[in-house]
């Protein structure tokens, strides 16, 4: 008789895979499933990183819905590049709101 000890990865549902790598893909590709149900306390552990594993889910879920939406033709959430150096800021040709005067004409009418 001998015996034989393996090692098995297991996933956050219990479905057990033969390699790291596959349990991390398996899991990555069933990440929604993470996000049903989840309590307050829960979502608050992902966002303090006490739990990074639901944190981990969320981010590649946020990933996704993100890919989706701009393969959609969707870009209003796009990431806008930083001015150059010595380029002012775009303004969609608006003058620039200085924020601390008041509109007298506006006030008037």
Known sequence: MKIVTTTNYVAFDGVPHPTEAECRA?????????????TIEQVEAALSRTDPELA???EV?????ARAR???????????SA???GEAPATNGAAADEGDETRADEAAA
């Open 56 to 58: 981990d889910a969320i």
């Open 26 to 38: 398996y899991e990555k590709r069933l990440a929604h499933i993470r996000l049903v149900g989840l």
């Open 83 to 85: 001015p150059k150096p």
């Open 70 to 80: 701009l393969a959609d033709g969707d870009r209003k959430h796009e990431r806008k």
């Open 61 to 65: 879920i946020g990933s996704r819905i």
